[in-house]
């Protein structure tokens, strides 16, 4: 499917010659001033001089179906190309930054003001008003069911540049929530068919799209900010790891987003291929089943995590493509680490888990090397995507650790665990999850650790967690909502139903002949904006 210009690129000449937002230039005008008649065809970008053109390549990431923001979860992909924009934008500290804004208030962070810009234009050259952004909100709020979860929304009041969104409780990170790609701001009313046509803000605008295996997209002359460096991105998806290396050896791709871990021996050896990497709220875990009677003694729980050497998988398994972690979140933020609670685990130690275990009264009465306490050997079964590797590796390294102890771990590797994690056929699943990807993890709690959480599939339950992680929603400062983060996790380390070994880094690799500037911001909602740039 091919996304056309013209219409945009004609709406945006109009612009230029009125200053107004109706009326175009005659004919005549725009071709003494270079520009395209409304009857011509939009100009070759092969035509131009020095085209700047970058090849982006992933297994992965480019997994948009449709050009609708509020489609699923698309619109993390589509901000991630430059096309789509936000009020804020995150920085590499996870600080909600101004950016569709130019300022905001908020008087009890139940009713916030926002001043918008007044100089953005959508790509098909409608002005952006605040009534603009209140229409698109609410029909982000209409088409996707997880809008309503992440936002208190009660309604919202427009007026020229000023935008008020009124909630139905507190929210005292009301701006690092609009962060999430699902508040993308789009011209709501400027499409009959959103799936096929949306109209962003960004410094780029969408050219052509074959969903799932490359899409392209052109530079937004008229950007409001700072002008984008390329002509042209092309986004390649490779569904083989090895298939993706080798295009990037060759000089098929410029940019690999997310670098298999099977590459990095190689990319280092060469010195023209440069790794970026960025610690973010990927975290990789195992989950307990809390149902089973084989983890029910948090002896068992704790002593699994003992076994669990995470600097040699950083550094073997992950290729130094995580972070070791003993806690929840990444050590940068106020509530990370665990530098304001007290971890029971803090270290590899398998003496340390077999005098756990013995304390709890498990021994191996029959010498056949694996403990067990009133007649039950301690027996496992370990799920996982087979499709992780390095969570498999882990898995399979685990259980000869695990041997070492008395405990006897089964591993089973499938393509899709949906079902049987859904159905509680497992005692051990592992897995990776982004803990809060604006830097707020309220909504990763929410799912995660309270009773009916949607995605609480080891049925962990404490009262006093739940009853935190409905603070969160009244707290009145960041201050206290930090608290009563720390005060979960607290919670979390010492049930331990969750083991939380190691923070996923968001890690691109880019060719130095071809590329001048590219970061991978943490977050990983930005891959492509106007500071990328060709050589």
């Not at 056309?4 to 000449?13: D, E, P, R, V």
């Not at 771990?409 to 859904?422: G, P, Q």
């Not at 409905?470 to 707290?475: F, I, R, T, V």
Request: net charge negative; with cysteine; glycine share 6%.
């Amino acid at each position: 499917m091919n996304m056309k210009t013209k219409a945009i690129t004609m709406t945006l000449i109009c612009l230029i010659f009125t200053g107004l937002f109706s009326g175009c230039a005659s004919k005549s005008e725009q071709e003494s001033n270079g520009q395209q008649s409304s009857t011509s065809q939009p100009v070759a970008l092969a035509e131009k001089a020095e085209e700047k053109v970058l090849t982006f390549g992933s297994v992965g990431y480019f997994y948009n179906e449709q050009w609708d923001p509020a489609y699923g979860w698309d619109g993390w992909a589509i901000g991630s190309y430059g096309v789509g924009e936000g009020l804020f934008r995150l920085d590499d500290a996870f600080k909600a930054v101004p950016w569709l804004v130019e300022s905001y208030q908020t008087a009890d962070n139940k009713t916030w003001e926002f001043i918008l810009r007044d100089d953005v234009v959508f790509h098909n050259g409608v002005k952006m008003t605040a009534e603009a952004v209140k229409r698109c909100f609410e029909r982000t709020l209409e088409v996707n069911e997880r809008a309503k979860e992440l936002l208190p929304i009660q309604g919202f009041e427009a007026s020229g540049q000023s935008l008020k969104i009124v909630l139905s409780e507190a929210a005292t990170g009301l701006a690092n929530d609009l962060t999430d790609p699902l508040w993308t701001v789009y011209d709501a009313e400027g499409s009959t068919d959103f799936a096929e046509q949306t109209y962003y803000t960004g410094p780029y605008i969408p050219n052509e799209f074959n969903p799932g295996v490359e899409l392209v997209v052109v530079k937004n002359e008229h950007y409001w900010g700072e002008a984008p460096k390329l002509d042209k991105a092309i986004f390649k998806t490779v569904k083989d790891a090895d298939a993706l290396t080798m295009a990037f050896q060759n000089g098929e791709i410029d940019v690999v987003v997310q670098v298999p871990e099977t590459a990095i021996p190689v990319i280092q050896n060469a010195e023209h291929l440069k790794i970026d990497t960025s610690t973010g709220m990927r975290t990789q875990l195992i989950r307990f089943n809390m149902q089973s009677p084989a983890v029910q003694d948090a002896a068992v729980r704790k002593a699994i995590s003992y076994s669990i050497d995470r600097d040699s998988y950083t550094k073997v398994i992950s290729n130094n493509t995580t972070v070791p972690s003993y806690g929840i979140y990444p050590e940068a933020f106020t509530f990370g680490g665990i530098k304001n609670v007290t971890a029971s685990v803090t270290a590899f130690d398998p003496e340390k888990a077999k005098q756990l275990l013995a304390d709890a009264g498990f021994a191996d009465t029959n010498g056949d090397g694996i403990l067990e306490k009133n007649g039950v050997k301690l027996s496992l079964k370990m799920i996982g995507i087979s499709a992780q590797k390095e969570m498999l590796e882990l898995s399979q390294v685990l259980q000869s650790q695990l041997q070492e102890i008395g405990i006897d771990l089964k591993v089973e590797s499938m393509e899709n665990i949906s079902e049987a994690r859904k159905n509680g056929e497992f005692d051990l699943t592992y897995e990776s999850y982004v803990a809060g990807s604006t830097g707020n993890p309220q909504a990763f709690i929410e799912y995660m650790f309270v009773t009916d959480g949607s995605n609480n599939f080891g049925k962990y339950s404490n009262p006093e967690v739940d009853a935190l992680a409905a603070s969160l929603h009244k707290a009145s400062s960041e201050e206290e909502k930090n608290e009563a983060i720390t005060g979960i996790t607290q919670h979390i380390l010492d049930d331990a139903p969750f083991i939380f070994f190691a923070h996923k880094n968001f890690t691109c690799v880019y060719n130095s002949e071809t590329v001048a500037y590219f970061h991978a911001q943490p977050s990983e909602f930005y891959i492509l904006d106007s500071s990328t740039e060709a050589k």
